[in-house]
């Protein structure tokens, strides 16, 4: 792993920030009686994961960071959930998503790992 001088070096931030970014564009579509109900907490599910993962990285320990990717951890579960109930309703076309969120847990999970390793 090299040198991450902010949030932004990392990739899972990058690929946490692109999910945010798609959710907006999906829940577009989303039925207008929504925009206060699964539209806004999917969107702040989304949002929530790449601000954790960049606020933890900003504070001073590596106890802290851990602690916030747990909570990235929290709303990714909380976003699938969010969205499983959204292709129940039959709002989401695509199950693409999915295999992204999948892969951001699985780069968190790896980065909690590596961290714990780590000896400073």
Partial sequence: MGKIRTHKDL????K???????????????PKEEVYGLTSQIRRSGVSI?????????RNSKKEFIQFL????GSIAELETQLL???RLEYLRSNGIFSN???IRQMILGLISYLRTRDT
């Fill in 70 to 73: 747990y909570i990235s951890l």
């Fill in 50 to 58: 790449v601000s954790n993962i960049a606020e933890g990285a900003a």
């Fill in 85 to 87: 109930l959204a292709k």
């Fill in 101 to 103: 969120i999948d892969k």
């Fill in 11 to 14: 990739d899972v931030w990058n």
């Fill in 16 to 30: 946490s920030m692109d999910l945010a970014f798609d959710l907006y564009n999906m829940t577009k579509d989303f």
